[in-house]
Each structure stands twice: as structure tokens, then as C-alpha cells.
């Protein structure tokens, strides 16, 4: 019966070698699927037999090379991928968030300290109108602290419509659905554009709320009913009877938009519009 190595084939006859050349050998052994049943443990010896090595420290390097092109080349596989810039900007616009929410935080302090009147009534207001006031009172360094605020909210504001047009690429099928940005923070979430095709829209539908599930395993509270799809309008907006049932709704088209997405990759109208008719006929209270 006839074995198929990495390093070449072995039979009755012998073996036949495929080469020492480790770029090669990694295209074999990728290639290469054998079940376990008819799966034959393989000797260092057998290599000698075929003429790829001499010694057994020769067969481990040999290998060892082998395993590193086989490494390098699944990296380059997995830079290539459409999702994977967008990973990167999602996670970007994160941090950028929590710099910005730092900073603005320390920024108040500090302005408090030199100006007693600021007190919490001025920083219970939006960000942005709490900055202007900041900056229109600081001097020195605060100013610029500031300042450097202010830059940096534009880059995310910048960075944010980035994310939202890349993600419509991307995810045609998800972001008709929930918006660009939704999405994104989703395929975030979730790691990568084919693991969140290969999840049920029951996950789908908590994914982002693990502490709330946790505390529920955990201590028994109520079970979150949905995580970041809370963001989209037809969740959050939805009256509170029914929002558990809408974001059922959507979660379950969601992984069917996401399996599209990652397959087809193109948007498909007639699956867009049998979805949002269901979407909000879910919406709509008994």
C-alpha cells in the first residue's frame, strides 16, 4: 500500500524521494491528507533509505526547514486575506477611542485644578463641548494637551468613515444589514471574517456582551439578550417587549449575510431584501 511522506512515497517497491529542496517539500506537505486510520508512523530511517538524508540530525534540520517554509507561507496566506486590513483599522479606531476618552478625562482634572468653578455640571456635557471650554480657558501646556485632543478626534472621525466604506467592501451582504461600522466592530469581535461565518447567529447575537453571559453562567442573572448588535438602530430603537426578538431576527440573517460575504463576496439583493422585510416585521409588537 502506498504511503504518502513528506519527504516522498514508500511502497512495496521502495521509496521513491521528492527532492531536499524545503520549498518544495512544504508545497507536499500541505497537500498532503492522510486519515488516521491508514496512517502509518514513519521512521528517520526510511528517509536515509531514500536517499534524502544521511543522519538523523540531517533528517531533523531537513524537517525543521520544512516546517519554517510551511510556516512562512500560511502567514503570507493569512496577510492576504480581504478582513485583515480591516481588522487592523477596527482595532486602530479602538485604541483611538480610548486614548482620546484618557485624555480628555485627565484634561478635565486638570483644568478643575486651576479653574475650581469647573465643576461636574461641566463635565457631564458632551465631550466635545466640554474640550471647547477647556481650550478656550487653558494656557501652556494644557492648551496644547488640548489641542493635540482636538487632532486627534478629527483622526477619528476620519479613520471611522474609513472603516465604514472598507467594511462595505468587505462585508456587502453584513453591512446592508447593520451599517459599515456595525459590522466591522463585529468581524472585530469575532476575529476574522471566517469565523464569523462559521458561527450560529445565536452567537452572533451576544457577541461582545461575555461579561453579562459570564455573570449570568456565573451568578444566575438575567441572560444578555444582545451584545454589539445593540448598536444598530433596529435593536436599540426596537420597544423593550419585542427587542429580544429582533435582535433574533437579525442575528440569524447576520450569519447567513457573513457566510455570503465570506463565500461569494459580492452583496446579494435578493437575500438583502427577503432579510430587512423580516427584520421589521420582527419589530413589529404582537
Not at 503570507?76 to 480610548?98: A, I, K, P, T
Not at 456635557?125 to 480657558?137: D, F, V
Amino acid at each position: 500500500m502506498l504511503q504518502r511522506y513528506w519527504f516522498g512515497d514508500v511502497d512495496e517497491e521502495g521509496c521513491r524521494a521528492a527532492g531536499t529542496d524545503p520549498a518544495a517539500l512544504a508545497e507536499r506537505a500541505a497537500a498532503l491528507r492522510t486519515g488516521m486510520d491508514s496512517f502509518v508512523p514513519i521512521k528517520w530511517e526510511i528517509a536515509r533509505d531514500c536517499g534524502v538524508v544521511r543522519t538523523r540530525e540531517e533528517y531533523v534540520d531537513l524537517l525543521r526547514s520544512v516546517c519554517i517554509a510551511l510556516a512562512r507561507k500560511k502567514i503570507v496566506q493569512s496577510y492576504q486575506g480581504r478582513d485583515v486590513e480591516l481588522l487592523q483599522m477596527v482595532r486602530m479606531l479602538d485604541e483611538l477611542d480610548n486614548v482620546i476618552n484618557l485624555l480628555q478625562e485627565r484634561a478635565a482634572e486638570w483644568y478643575q485644578v486651576t479653574n475650581p468653578s469647573f465643576s461636574r455640571k461641566y463635565r457631564s456635557l458632551p465631550a466635545k463641548k466640554m474640550l471647547g471650554i477647556i481650550r478656550k480657558g487653558a494656557r501652556g501646556g494644557l492648551s496644547d494637551v488640548a489641542d493635540e485632543i482636538d487632532r486627534l478626534a478629527g483622526t477619528r472621525s476620519r479613520l471611522m468613515r474609513e472603516v465604514s466604506a472598507r467594511a462595505d467592501e468587505v462585508m456587502p451582504n453584513t453591512s446592508a444589514l447593520i451599517g459599515g461600522l456595525v459590522a466591522a466592530r463585529l468581524l472585530s469581535k469575532a476575529g476574522g471574517l471566517e469565523t464569523l461565518a462559521r458561527m450560529p447567529g445565536s452567537t452572533i447575537q451576544v457577541l461582545g456582551s461575555e461579561r453579562a453571559l459570564f455573570s449570568h453562567l456565573r451568578g444566575g442573572t438575567p441572560p444578555p439578550k444582545h451584545g454589539i448588535i445593540f448598536q444598530h438602530r433596529r435593536v436599540h430603537n426596537a420597544p423593550k417587549d419585542v427587542r429580544g426578538r429582533v435582535a433574533r431576527v437579525l442575528a440569524a440573517k447576520l450569519a447567513i449575510a457573513a457566510r455570503l460575504d465570506y463565500y461569494r463576496g459580492e452583496a446579494v439583493p435578493e437575500f438583502l431584501k427577503d432579510a430587512q422585510a423580516r427584520i421589521d416585521d420582527a419589530g413589529v409588537e404582537a
